[in-house]
């Protein structure tokens, strides 16, 4: 829906008409004047313009340069007068972020599921199967799993080391990419115990798809037809 005019913007407006009217004006009556005066009835402002040029730019110029004037004043006024800080219905819409798309996420599970069957495997109820049954299971969805990893997201380690290792947090380290457990007290440098060395995605290549495909579907049903 289209926003109306702020009070400062209808004020400017405001003015401007009022200097145009008034300059159309001066040039009726000055018309007007000027043919009561005595002047041929054939006249026109081109003849007037001729005669009285310089009577004819005052009275035109003078209520738009003042029109001009009193509106740039009036903005400036309106602007200094408004609360610091405040935004206006379309500068707060501007500033909501877009929520980002699912797309990528669900392009990515896309390809698990696709090479590994990761999806069928979660959502599947496990807990009446043997041991050996999810091992023999997990073999597969680990290497098909671990296939897309190597071919589409570039890993590194966020710490150095070997699980168990002992490691130390220098001051001025990122709490979303180091966490630290345990008995957490004083100040960086932290001495402890590496309990995972964590990951970092440093790349992402994902295969492009169709703008007309549905990003919501995971993976297709299959029919086979007899």
């Not at 402002?45 to 738009?64: D, E, S, T, V």
């Amino acid at each position: 829906m289209q926003e109306r005019p702020s009070g400062s913007a209808a004020l400017v407006v405001a003015i401007v008409v009022v200097a145009v009217v008034l300059a159309a004006s001066n040039i009726g009556a000055l018309a007007y004047v000027w043919g009561a005066s005595g002047a041929p009835h054939d006249t026109d402002l081109a003849a007037l313009a001729r005669q009285h040029l310089p009577a004819l730019l005052y009275f035109i110029a003078a209520p738009l340069v003042a029109g001009g004037v009193s509106a740039f004043l009036a903005a400036r006024r309106l602007a200094a007068a408004r609360p610091v800080g405040a935004v206006t219905r379309g500068e707060a819409r501007a500033a909501v972020p877009t929520p980002p798309s699912p797309a990528f996420a669900l392009r990515l599970l896309g390809l698990l599921q696709q090479e590994g069957r990761l999806v069928d495997f979660v959502s599947e109820d496990i807990d009446s199967y043997s041991d050996e049954q999810v091992g023999a299971a997990v073999r597969a969805i680990h290497a098909g799993c671990r296939k897309v990893l190597n071919e589409h997201v570039q890993l590194q380690h966020i710490l150095a080391g070997e699980d168990g290792s002992e490691v130390v947090v220098e001051a001025g380290f990122d709490p979303a990419a180091v966490r630290l457990t345990g008995n957490v007290t004083g100040t960086p440098p932290f001495r402890g115990t590496l309990q995972h060395s964590g990951w970092r995605a440093t790349k992402v290549t994902l295969p492009e798809t169709s703008a007309a495909v549905d990003p919501a579907i995971i993976a297709p049903a299959e029919v086979e037809i007899a």
